[in-house]
């Protein structure tokens, strides 16, 4: 029989066809919040695996509100992220009209209402609680997270489930590997582990960036990443009947996903800087990665510098990640700023910052938060890297920033990758549509020309400079500086020209 030819790839949407390679194999960026994404309990809230479980139902659960007595009645048969009705609220909102935390009341009451309000929430599914119908999803999602390999149990010894982290404290004794089963269940979702596999199986470009308010829960899934990486994670590694992912650690010519102490960066939005640990004077390419144990080993003192990328305007930050903290690592991690998002009432604007370059159609960043509501990104404020203006929720929504859905992420081993697929879908498809509006911009008639024209000849060569030319060469001369091109002349002519619909600031002369 004579060879087959290869299946034709049909387009997954009209227009995919006019992307490039690169364009629809992207450099994926994977910002990855930890509590209530891919961790199932909040050190930095104080909150064990139980209280996040009922917390993070209680944001899924729709209901309606008696309007004699007040009280808050389940309507919804499933966990969902959108309502069934649009007259439903979930009984997280209903909670907090119940026990407002306005910041114009005096602080002994609001601190007391915000209290109280988090005590409803984490009983949510217990008995004589308004979501105790929900109870069997959540022993559905400790179902999902416990060790049910009988192997692996009687390896570690494993006699039941803990959700409460404080009751079975780490033991300085025992080995990382003992340490991280003491819960008999999951601390890292499956689900991110398997994104993680299916991503490197296929081949394709991406990095993690762990976003945390607490470096101590930052530290402790450093830790079992390391493991993972390695081959070594006692419920990933090949023995007691359990799976062994493909090597993640730079040795036998894989990626190195291990997180290193050199690129955890932590984030001040009050004085306006990230800051890395100071990293090494000669730096080498994240990829290869020779051989080694252990990720950026110890060298000494004089051979380190500082790392600290100001802002605004932001694209120093931006680029330090991704051209210097990225060339050095796959694996990133920032500890965000805690004080200034909540004493700024926990708006959005002042929450964990994702910068991105909308220009940039070869790269996508990702956001996962199981924080961010429905109208409101909450804890997480996207900005654009070059001019510094907030893109909107409905713009970032399933293209820079997802959703998670806790419920889930914990019961769907695939959850994490899916959405993954569907906010590069989604990319896609604004890039064709960006570049047909654009065409359909340029297409300008001839008054509006002559009145551009007219407008560009009214001003002084200094002023026209200023308004046209400054606003983009400053970084373009920046990016040239960092990355060294060959062509320095070309490398700016085309940053500039991708850039020069975004500047909108204005320089005085």
Same mark, same amino acid.
């Given at each position: ?14 227009? @995919? ?13 994977? =910002? ?12 930095? =809230? ?77 009983? +949510?599914?217990?008995?004589? @609680? ?24 009687? $390896? ?20 990382? $590997?003992?340490?991280?089963m003491r819960f008999g269940r999951h601390q890292i979702l499956p689900s991110f582990w398997y994104m993680l596999i299916q991503l490197t199986k296929r081949g394709r470009r991406f990095s993690v960036v762990f976003r945390s308010f607490s470096e101590e829960q930052l530290l402790q899934a450093q830790k079992e990443l390391q493991l993972f990486a390695q081959c070594q994670h006692p419920a990933y590694n090949g023995q007691n009947k359990t799976q062994k992912p493909p090597l993640m650690d730079g040795n036998k ?9 050199? $690129? ?16 090494? $004077? ?82 996508? =960043?990702? +956001? ?47 959850? +994490? ?20 509006? @654009? ?8 008054? @509006? ?23 983009a060469l400053l970084p373009a001369l920046e990016a040239c500086q960092r990355d060294r091109p060959e062509d320095p002349i070309e490398f700016i002519a085309f940053y500039m020209l991708r850039h020069s619909k975004q500047y909108s600031k204005s320089l005085k002369a």
């Open positions: 029989m004579p060879p087959q030819p290869p299946p034709i790839q049909e387009p997954s949407f009209p227009g @995919e066809s006019e992307l490039s390679e690169d364009e629809r194999k992207r450099w994926l960026i994977l =910002h990855v919040a930890l509590p209530r994404t891919i961790m199932t309990c909040d050190v930095a =809230h104080g909150r064990s695996t139980e209280d996040e479980l009922n917390d993070a139902l209680s944001s899924l659960a729709w209901g309606s509100i008696d309007e004699e007595g007040g009280e808050w009645t389940l309507e919804s048969p499933d966990p969902c992220l959108e309502p069934p009705h649009s007259s439903l609220i979930t009984y997280a909102e209903y909670v907090a009209r119940t026990y407002p935390a306005d910041p114009t009341m005096e602080d002994k009451a609001r601190e007391e209402n915000i209290k109280l309000a988090t005590e409803k929430r984490c009983c +949510f599914t217990c008995a004589g @609680e308004p979501g105790s119908k929900f109870r069997p999803m959540y022993d559905q999602m400790i179902k999902n997270l416990q060790h049910s390999n009988k192997a692996l149990a009687k $390896a570690f010894n494993i006699k039941k489930v803990c959700l409460k982290e404080d009751e079975v404290p780490e033991d300085p004794t025992k080995t990382e $590997a003992q340490n991280i010519g894989s990626r190195d996903m291990r997180l290193s102490q050199a $690129a955890i960066g932590r984030m001040d939005r009050m004085g306006g800087f990230l800051r890395f640990r100071d990293r090494p $004077a000669v730096e080498t390419p994240a990829e290869p990665v020779p051989e080694a144990s252990e990720p950026q080993a110890d060298v000494p003192e004089a051979a380190f510098r500082p790392t600290e990328y100001t802002f605004p305007p932001y694209h120093e930050a931006y680029a330090g990640l991704m051209h210097q903290i990225f060339e050095t690592a796959n694996t990133a991690a920032i500890v965000d700023d805690l004080a200034f998002w909540e004493t700024h009432e926990r708006a959005s604007t002042a929450g964990k910052m994702l910068l991105v370059d909308r220009a940039e159609t070869k790269v996508q =960043h990702i +956001f996962f938060d199981g924080n961010v509501e429905k109208e409101d990104a909450y804890c997480v404020d996207v900005r654009n890297a070059v001019n510094g203006e907030t893109i909107s929720l409905d713009r970032a929504s399933n293209v820079y920033l997802h959703r998670v859905d806790f419920f889930q992420a914990v019961t769907d081993v695939e959850y +994490f990758l899916k959405a993954t697929e569907a906010c590069e879908l989604a990319m896609s498809k604004m890039i064709v549509e960006d570049r047909h509006a @654009e065409g359909v911009v340029r297409s300008l008639s001839e008054e @509006e020309q002559k009145k551009a024209a007219a407008a560009a000849a009214a001003m002084t060569p200094k002023e026209w400079l200023y308004r046209n030319i400054i606003p």
